[in-house]
Structures are given as structure tokens and as C-alpha cells.
């Protein structure tokens, strides 16, 4: 292990550079939320709770909102790289389970950046056919393969560096709020002209004899995917120009905005839409707002042009979430929670290209599992999956908020009495009260790929048992990022 030794120092010339100021956070921020999700799960939601289906947003926003303030209250205390992994270390000092933490957020951004592929996938395919370039819709394996080959494409994005990746967001994320503003305008143009019913914003109807509660509940769990993106900025931390005092404001600005655009999209959908004509899309994934600007303006040809701009918005959710996958990968093997290798940064781009290498196979074995061994839908298999990670990781981050005001040390920001409680008690409800509805492949492959952490776990306990003075867990919690 001597070269391991001798190549080290050298390493850590090679930083992360603080590319970020608040109006990059934020786009970085508004982008991620307003990606993938919304394309992905509306028909879902709908088919569950009917016209009603603004309601499961606006409650996984409330959830969402108080775990920001969670994050917001951490972040600002320990402006480190980590993220959840770190505030799981400071309170509860378990090395085991700072690395489960650390690896469910790893797995829960290629999760959903791999959700994101497929859809992109699917919009990319659906806009060849529209536009009569396909002569039949490809097979599963094309549109599979379709969606690896644009894993592979982000990984040489990423690989350029996070300032010329941050750009590419910025680009990305203008092109889909112009697409959701889009649906937002041609709904209530439609509304306008007399050929919606707003009155279906407060219809409940659901297909299953399922009762309000269940129904609506298992809706918000849907929803909550929708939702996340918030906390992936925490691990741009050390890319981002005084964090201490422009994450609170930035991010809350951008959970904002991102929860006022779900609501006239919702709003949109429902009123254009029909329940019928909902339930019938539900079967396609990804495909509600296409219908609502077909239907809503039928003389204009948006049916070409949307599945073209939908492939941007979800192209710009997986880019956030293996740029967050990788540096998180770096932060962690900083500090011997993963192999050292991983926190190797490129001399030259300064960007870490084993975690971006290592986060891209994972998401490309992802993609061939669920596609080729899951007879449900594969949007809804990984974005459950993700939803399922993330409610683990904010139910502990928020009891951590509780654990770490005992330690003395004071941030620039407060979550509100026992808001983090009441966070970690609602986040918990999502992931268990709706368990005997959920497609019961969602918890195999969370509970899969949390072993496969147990598994490197082991793997680095023994290689670092071989290196003298050197530990399977943080070694320098207060300069996890240098």
C-alpha cells in the first residue's frame, strides 16, 4: 500500500473549484425539482386520486418544505460535501450507518436519473412517431438501449467539469420551464375557450375501493418524486460561492417556484383531461402532458414539437443527479467511508472521474435489471424506488436536526420548533402506510441495492484493515471537502 501513500498528497492538490453563485443555485435547484417527475408520475397520480390530483403535490411539497428546513439548519452548520451522510455522523457517530445513509443517496440519484433515461427514452421514441420518422414503436430492448447510450452521454458531460455541466443545467432548465409553461398556457386557454371543467380540480375518483385516506396518501408518496432535487444541492456545497448565506434563501425561492408551476400544471391537466381520458394514459407513462397540449390546442401542431422538449426537462434531472452522485462519491472516499480511489479528481478538468466512471455503471446495470426482469412499468419501478430511498434518508436527516441542537454549535439558519420531528414522522408514514398498495418490486430494489452497500462496506473494512492508522469511516468530519 506504499504507492497508495506516496500518490496521496499529490491528490489533494486537486480540488473542487466554487463555480456556483446564487442564481446558478437556483437554477440548479428549480431544474432538478421540476425534471423528470412531473412528466413521469402525473398519469399515475390520476389514476389514483382522480381530478384531485394537485392535492398529492401540494402535500409532498409540505413534506419536502420541512425537510428543506432540516437541510437548511444542517447545511448551514456543516457546509461540507456530504450531505445527509455527514449530519448521520455528527449525531449519531455510527460509521455503519453514516455509509448506508451515504450509499442510499448515492443510489437513490442514479435511481432517479436512470427514471429519467427511460422517459427521456420513451419522449424521444413517441416524437419519431408522431412526426412519422418511425414507422412503429420500437421494442423494449431499443428503447432500453436508448436510454443506457444516454447514461453514457452525461458521463462525458460530467467528466468536462461541474462549471461547463452547471452551464448545460442552465440551458436545460430554461427549456423546461418553457415546455411546463407551456401545458400551464394552453390549459387555461383551453379554459378560456369554454373546453374545460375547472370543476374536476376538486373531484375524487379513484378506480380501486380504496378509501380517501389510502388513496390520497399513496398518491403524495407517488408525488413525492415530483418533489425531490432540494437536498441534491447540499452536496454542491463546496462548488458554491458563501453556502452559509445563500442556501437558505435560494433554495426555499426555489422550492417556491417549483411547487406554484406543479399547481397550474396540475390544474391544467385536470381541467383539459377527463377522468376517462386520464385513466387510458396512465397506461402509457410519461404521455399526460403531451395529451393535455393536443387536446387543448388541436390546430397547432405541439404534438410534434413537446416529446422533443420533454426530452431536455428530464435530461436535465438525470444530469443533476449523477453530477450529485458522483461528488458525493468524492466526498465520502475523502474520508475512507468509500475506497480512496474514488475521490481521484482529473488534473486537468478537476472533476472526479472514478466516482463519475463508478456511478455510471451502477446506473447502467439499473436500467438492464428493471427493463429486462420487471413486468411493471419501468418509470414507475425506479421513481418508486427513488421515493422509497429518499423518505429513509429525510426521515433520519430530520431526526439528526433534532440530535445535533444539543451540540452547541450555531448555523445561520433555524427550522422552526419541532418542524424536523413532525418531518421525519410524516416522511416515515409515506414509506410504510401505503406498503400494501406500492408494487411490492419498488421495496426488492431498494432493499437490493442497500445490501449492495453492505457489501462494499465490507469490501473497504478489509482493504483498509491493511493500511496502518486507517479507518472504514471519516477520519476528518470537519474538513470533509478539502
Same mark, same amino acid.
Given at each position: 500500500?506504499?504507492?497508495?501513500?506516496?500518490?496521496?498528497?499529490?491528490?489533494?492538490?486537486?480540488?473542487?473549484?466554487?463555480?456556483?453563485?446564487?442564481?446558478?443555485?437556483?437554477?440548479?435547484?428549480?431544474?432538478?425539482?421540476?425534471g423528470?417527475?412531473?412528466?413521469?408520475?402525473?398519469?399515475?397520480?390520476?389514476?389514483?386520486?382522480g381530478?384531485?390530483?394537485?392535492? !398529492?403535490?401540494?402535500?409532498?411539497?409540505?413534506?419536502?418544505?420541512?425537510?428543506?428546513l432540516?437541510?437548511?439548519?444542517?447545511?448551514?452548520?456543516?457546509?461540507?460535501a456530504?450531505?445527509?451522510?455527514?449530519?448521520?455522523?455528527?449525531?449519531?457517530?455510527?460509521?455503519? +450507518?453514516?455509509?448506508?445513509?451515504?450509499?442510499?443517496?448515492?443510489?437513490?440519484?442514479?435511481?432517479?436519473?436512470? /427514471?429519467?433515461?427511460?422517459?427521456?427514452?420513451?419522449?424521444?421514441?413517441?416524437?419519431?412517431l408522431?412526426?412519422?420518422?418511425?414507422?412503429?414503436? !420500437?421494442?423494449?430492448?431499443?428503447?432500453?438501449?436508448?436510454?443506457?447510450?444516454?447514461?453514457?452521454?452525461?458521463?462525458?458531460?460530467?467528466?468536462?467539469?461541474?462549471?461547463?455541466?452547471?452551464?448545460?443545467?442552465?440551458?436545460?432548465?430554461?427549456?423546461?420551464?418553457?415546455?411546463?409553461?407551456?401545458?400551464?398556457?394552453?390549459?387555461?386557454?383551453?379554459?378560456?375557450r369554454?373546453?374545460?371543467?375547472?370543476?374536476?380540480?376538486?373531484?375524487?375518483?379513484?378506480?380501486?375501493?380504496?378509501?380517501?385516506?389510502?388513496?390520497?396518501?399513496?398518491?403524495?408518496?407517488?408525488?413525492?418524486?415530483?418533489?425531490?432535487?432540494?437536498?441534491?444541492?447540499?452536496?454542491?456545497?463546496?462548488?458554491?460561492?458563501? !453556502?452559509?448565506?445563500?442556501?437558505?434563501? /435560494?433554495?426555499?425561492?426555489?422550492?417556491?417556484?417549483a411547487?406554484?408551476?406543479?399547481?397550474? +400544471?396540475? +390544474?391544467?391537466?385536470v381541467?383539459?383531461? /377527463?377522468?376517462?381520458?386520464?385513466?387510458?394514459?396512465?397506461?402509457?407513462?410519461?404521455?399526460?402532458?403531451?395529451?393535455?397540449?393536443?387536446?387543448?390546442?388541436?390546430?397547432?401542431?405541439?404534438?410534434?414539437?413537446?416529446?422533443?422538449?420533454?426530452?431536455?426537462?428530464?435530461?436535465?434531472?438525470?444530469?443533476?443527479?449523477?453530477?450529485?452522485?458522483?461528488?458525493?462519491?468524492?466526498?465520502?472516499?475523502?474520508?475512507?467511508?468509500?475506497?480512496?480511489?474514488?475521490?481521484?479528481?482529473?488534473?486537468?478538468?478537476?472533476?472526479p472521474?472514478?466516482?463519475?466512471?463508478?456511478?455510471?455503471?451502477?446506473?447502467?446495470?439499473?436500467?438492464?435489471?428493471?427493463?429486462?426482469?420487471?413486468?411493471?412499468?419501468?418509470?414507475?419501478?425506479?421513481?418508486?424506488?427513488?421515493?422509497?430511498?429518499?423518505?429513509?434518508?429525510?426521515?433520519?436527516?430530520?431526526?439528526?436536526?433534532?440530535?445535533?441542537?444539543r451540540?452547541?454549535?450555531?448555523?445561520?439558519?433555524?427550522?422552526?420548533?419541532i418542524?424536523?420531528?413532525?418531518?421525519?414522522?410524516?416522511?416515515?408514514?409515506?414509506?410504510? +402506510? !401505503?406498503?400494501g398498495?406500492?408494487?411490492?418490486?419498488?421495496y426488492?430494489?431498494?432493499?437490493?441495492?442497500?445490501?449492495v452497500?453492505?457489501?462494499?462496506?465490507?469490501?473497504?473494512?478489509?482493504?483498509?484493515?491493511?493500511?496502518?492508522?486507517?479507518?472504514?469511516?471519516?477520519?476528518?468530519?470537519?474538513?470533509?471537502?478539502?
Amino acid at each position: 500500500m506504499s504507492a497508495t501513500s506516496t500518490e496521496q498528497p499529490a491528490e489533494q492538490h486537486h480540488e473542487l473549484k466554487r463555480v456556483m453563485g446564487p442564481k446558478l443555485l437556483l437554477l440548479f435547484i428549480v431544474g432538478d425539482i421540476l425534471g423528470a417527475g412531473v412528466y413521469a408520475v402525473t398519469g399515475q397520480m390520476a389514476a389514483t386520486v382522480g381530478g384531485m390530483v394537485w392535492l !398529492p403535490f401540494l402535500l409532498a411539497f409540505v413534506v419536502a418544505t420541512m425537510t428543506a428546513l432540516s437541510y437548511l439548519e444542517l447545511v448551514t452548520k456543516y457546509p461540507q460535501a456530504a450531505g445527509a451522510a455527514l449530519y448521520a455522523h455528527k449525531a449519531f457517530g455510527v460509521h455503519f +450507518v453514516t455509509f448506508l445513509v451515504a450509499f442510499a443517496v448515492v443510489c437513490s440519484g442514479i435511481t432517479s436519473a436512470s /427514471t429519467s433515461a427511460n422517459v427521456l427514452s420513451q419522449n424521444l421514441t413517441g416524437g419519431l412517431l408522431v412526426n412519422g420518422w418511425l414507422d412503429e414503436a !420500437p421494442s423494449t430492448t431499443t428503447t432500453m438501449l436508448i436510454a443506457m447510450a444516454f447514461m453514457v452521454l452525461l458521463a462525458l458531460i460530467n467528466l468536462r467539469g461541474v462549471g461547463e455541466s452547471v452551464k448545460f443545467n442552465v440551458i436545460l432548465t430554461l427549456v423546461e420551464m418553457t415546455a411546463l409553461a407551456l401545458v400551464i398556457g394552453v390549459g387555461f386557454w383551453a379554459m378560456a375557450r369554454g373546453e374545460g371543467d375547472l370543476s374536476r380540480v376538486v373531484t375524487f375518483q379513484t378506480a380501486d375501493q380504496q378509501s380517501a385516506f389510502m388513496a390520497i396518501t399513496l398518491a403524495t408518496s407517488v408525488a413525492f418524486f415530483a418533489m425531490v432535487g432540494f437536498e441534491d444541492s447540499v452536496n454542491m456545497v463546496e462548488e458554491t460561492h458563501e !453556502p452559509e448565506r445563500i442556501f437558505p434563501r /435560494t433554495m426555499l425561492t426555489g422550492l417556491g417556484i417549483a411547487v406554484i408551476i406543479y399547481m397550474l +400544471v396540475a +390544474v391544467s391537466v385536470v381541467a383539459v383531461l /377527463t377522468p376517462a381520458e386520464l385513466a387510458e394514459i396512465n397506461k402509457s407513462e410519461g404521455r399526460a402532458l403531451l395529451e393535455v397540449v393536443s387536446k387543448g390546442a388541436p390546430d397547432v401542431p405541439i404534438d410534434r414539437i413537446f416529446p422533443f422538449l420533454a426530452v431536455f426537462a428530464v435530461a436535465n434531472t438525470a444530469l443533476i443527479n449523477m453530477l450529485m452522485a458522483s461528488r458525493l462519491l468524492y466526498g465520502l472516499a475523502k474520508q475512507d467511508v468509500l475506497p480512496r480511489t474514488l475521490a481521484s479528481v482529473s488534473p486537468n478538468r478537476r472533476a472526479p472521474w472514478v466516482g463519475i466512471g463508478f456511478s455510471t455503471v451502477l446506473a447502467l446495470g439499473l436500467i438492464w435489471y428493471v427493463a429486462t426482469q420487471s413486468d411493471s412499468p419501468v418509470v414507475t419501478q425506479l421513481s418508486g424506488t427513488t421515493s422509497l430511498l429518499l423518505l429513509g434518508v429525510f426521515t433520519i436527516v430530520n431526526v439528526a436536526c433534532l440530535v445535533l441542537r444539543r451540540d452547541g454549535q450555531q448555523g445561520f439558519f433555524r427550522s422552526p420548533g419541532i418542524t424536523p420531528l413532525i418531518a421525519a414522522i410524516l416522511a416515515l408514514a409515506l414509506i410504510f +402506510v !401505503p406498503w400494501g398498495e406500492r408494487d411490492s418490486m419498488q421495496y426488492v430494489i431498494a432493499t437490493v441495492m442497500v445490501l449492495v452497500g453492505v457489501v462494499l462496506w465490507l469490501i473497504t473494512w478489509l482493504t483498509n484493515r491493511g493500511v496502518r492508522a486507517q479507518k472504514t469511516g471519516f477520519r476528518d468530519i470537519e474538513h470533509l471537502g478539502d
